[in-house]
């Protein structure tokens, strides 16, 4: 048994928000309330004081790139997990871009052993959530077999890093999925319209001699995206939302009831493209950095739940991969284990409430997803995540534990860590 005592306990699936103890028994949660671990002892009783800690459901990522199989080299399931519980997760969904591509029941299977390999080996991982192809190769034209994916462990499917172009491919796909109810990701993105971009289309853009990428390369995969999912009734979720106008387009689809969801990334809600000044590959993503104006509305849309939930898009690249020549550069930064820091700032700006914050980094992915937990109410597993909002710690490539360390932080002070991370009651991740 394991109290938790004087913590902050922030559940969002019930709105409740007060300092209370937290009781866990044989993995799931036995009692919480103020008091709740009072006059618990024995031997097998582990009593931890977290006051000044935040305790949380467990947070969900609804979209990693751990580049196992393939690109191991950057990430693996295994360090990528590792990473992942440091950051407060306790339930990560992959993307399919892997080489080869996660386009077919074998390769789900392997991801879902390699994951249950690397849970064993550290008594405890966070759990793992494959995304599927929604076309094999990634390549927009035959569907994958939805089913096979889904029977293997799939929780959705996506062509993340690629959009799927063709507008009868799309139609095809969400019936498909909506036979299985499975969740449909879109990068949206019209290739057309981006052929060649390096970063958004702006006033930077135009400083820096490289070509930019209209944000209506975004809005219209999003706008026609929107129709098809009215007409289909399929389960369709917007990737890494970062327009202004594509937050307009979900808010309406939404007042009309299309079963549609979206995330956004800890970087769109923070960075605008002034951050890639003097050519920083660093800050070179897909898609890429906006102006104030699209980050404002993105803050907006999160806060009023336009914008479901918060997704890091950890994206792990090489140092030769992005210590090179801005147009050679590849897009994408890690992002699990500089979440919290990142967005708890825009908590004591008052951009967001702390109830708001872990509602879209565990209550509402969960929903989204379709996943269990997102709460901490009795009988629930004990998946939870025990944060210091005032810690303060530097980035370094000795306190991250993922393989790659690309992330605009690196070297930088940051304040809010981790403390503890539990999956199914087990410890996944200590700060020592």
């Known amino acids: 048994m394991l109290v938790l005592r004087n913590g902050r306990v922030l559940d969002p699936s019930r709105g409740l928000d007060e300092e209370a103890d ?18 618990l002892t024995g031997e097998r009783v582990e009593v931890r004081d977290v006051k000044g800690c935040w305790v949380v459901p467990g947070l969900v990522d609804l979209h990693v790139h751990f580049r196992e199989p393939g690109q191991e080299y950057k990430e693996d399931i295994t360090s990528g997990l590792r990473a992942a519980a440091a950051g407060g997760f306790t339930q990560v969904c992959a993307m399919p871009n892997t080489k080869p591509v996660n386009d077919n029941r074998a390769i789900t299977e392997a991801m879902v052993a390699r994951a249950a390999s690397a849970n064993t080996a550290a008594r405890s991982a966070p759990r793992l959530h ?3 192809a929604i076309t094999k190769g990634l390549e927009g034209a035959e569907l ?9 462990g799939a929780v959705g499917v996506s062509d993340d890093g690629r959009c799927v172009m063709n507008a009868a491919v799309m139609r095809r796909a969400l019936e498909y999925a909506r036979t299985f109810d499975l969740l449909v990701s879109q990068h949206c993105e019209d290739h057309d319209l981006t052929a060649g971009a390096l970063m958004h289309e702006g006033a930077v853009s135009t400083k820096l001699g490289l070509r930019g990428w209209p944000r209506v390369a975004e809005d219209v995969i999003v706008a026609r995206d929107l129709l098809l999912a009215e007409l289909t009734g399929a389960r369709y979720h917007v990737a890494h939302l970062s327009s202004k106008v594509a937050v307009r387009l979900l808010r309406e689809a939404k007042s009309r009831g299309i079963r549609v969801s979206a995330e956004v990334t800890p970087h769109h809600l923070t960075m605008t493209h002034e951050s890639v000044l003097g050519y920083d590959t660093v800050c070179k993503v897909n898609p890429p950095l906006r102006e104030d104006e699209d980050v404002e509305a993105l803050q907006e849309a999160l806060r009023d739940g336009t914008i479901d939930c918060i997704a890091t898009d950890h994206a792990p690249h090489s140092t030769l991969e992005k210590d090179c020549e801005f147009s050679a550069a590849l897009p994408g930064m890690i992002g699990v284990e500089t979440v919290l ?14 109830l708001r914050l872990i509602e879209a ?3 509402a992915p969960v929903k989204v997803a379709r996943l269990e937990g997102g709460s901490l ?4 597993r004990a998946d939870l995540t025990v944060i210091d909002p005032e810690a303060r710690w530097t980035v370094t490539k000795s306190t991250l534990h993922s393989k790659s360390q690309n992330t605009p932080l690196l070297g930088r002070q940051v304040q809010g860590r981790v403390r503890l991370t539990l999956v199914g009651g087990s410890l996944a991740h200590e700060l020592s």
């Open 22 to 39: 937290v009781v866990i028994e044989d993995g799931r949660i036995a009692r919480v309330g103020r008091g709740a671990g009072e006059g």
């Open 130 to 132: 494959p995304f599927g």
């Open 144 to 152: 994958t077999e939805m089913a096979d994916l889904q029977a293997a």
């Open 341 to 354: 820091p990142a967005m708890l700032e825009l908590v004591r700006r008052g951009v967001f409430t702390p």
């Open 361 to 363: 980094l565990s209550t």
């Open 377 to 380: 109410v009795v009988g629930a």
